[in-house]
């Protein structure tokens, strides 16, 4: 039987419909300025008639956004695959070893996630520099790789813990060694929090702006955001061009977020249970 409509049903509908105005406000001003024309005086919230898709084409071309793009695929698509198969083993032992080192260590890697990037800055960029990275895409990868490892060893860790044993005490007792265990039994369970966590660092590396800036300047190899930034400078910027690079620069993030969506809300509500 259904409930009566009342005015706290009403209230709750009222404020539900205000946080989604909220919401879509950025996306429609993001649109609006993509399509008006340069010098166009219109509000940022109002679409000026009729609308133009050239700024598309000259975003396109003038920030050289293909190869951005294909950069930002690159380091994305390193990073996540160094990121999961090392965070996933490391959390492995962390999950089922209860002796007082694995709490610790396990304390120890999420504490990671307490520490400010920048008390780093300094000497990982020597570092880079001492290693003949400066200019690489692969300076960005491994920075990458070690500033998300500890929260996505965190997820993991909590995923598995709420995960039976059942099945790897049977792969063990058929003769398996705790390495392959892990690979062909406990692994491919890990495929919602595995979802969960390439969609979060691949969002999160995808948008990060100041490690690809401080790592590839002057390499003429820059990632999408850096390429972005290009049309935005002291005294001019050329927010037609930024917003529509902006649509353009999402898509690809976009087309992994719903091919691993039905992954994501199932991995992150499992890993958040322990």
Not at 4 to 31: D, N
Not at 73 to 92: D, E, F, G, K, R
Not at 105 to 129: D, S
Not at 174 to 191: E, Q, Y
Request: hydrophobic share 55%; charged share 10%.
């Amino acid at each position: 039987m259904h409930g009566r409509y009342s005015w706290r049903t009403s209230l709750r509908e009222g404020a539900l419909l205000l946080f989604a105005v909220v919401y879509v406000m950025p996306l429609v001003s993001l649109l609006s300025v993509a399509l008006r024309k340069e010098g166009s005086g219109a509000s940022a919230l109002t679409l000026d008639w009729p609308p133009t898709f050239d700024n598309f084409g000259e975003a396109w071309t003038e920030a050289h956004l293909g190869a951005a793009l294909t950069n930002s695929v690159v380091v994305a698509v390193c990073s996540v695959a160094l990121i999961v198969p090392i965070a996933s083993l490391a959390a492995y032992p962390l999950a089922r070893v209860t002796r007082a080192w694995s709490r610790a260590a396990f304390v120890f890697l999420v504490g990671g996630l307490l520490i400010p990037g920048q008390l780093a800055l300094l000497p990982l960029y020597t570092t880079m520099r001492d290693l003949g990275l400066l200019g690489s895409l692969w300076a960005v990868v491994l920075i990458n790789v070690g500033g998300q490892i500890p929260f996505s060893v965190f997820l993991y860790t909590l995923f598995l813990r709420e995960l039976p044993t059942d099945y790897e005490e049977a792969a063990l007792l058929d003769g398996c060694g705790p390495l392959r265990s892990f690979v062909r039994v406990i692994f491919p369970l890990l495929r919602p929090i595995t979802g969960t966590v390439i969609i979060l660092n691949t969002v999160g590396i995808w948008n990060e702006f100041f490690t690809p800036l401080l790592y590839l300047s002057g390499s003429g190899t820059v990632t999408a955001p850096v390429a972005i930034y290009g049309f935005v400078s002291q005294f001019v910027s050329q927010w037609e061009l930024v917003f529509a690079a902006l649509l353009m620069s999402v898509v690809p993030v976009l087309v992994v977020y719903f091919a691993l969506q039905k992954y994501v809300i199932k991995g992150f509500a499992g890993g958040l249970k322990g």
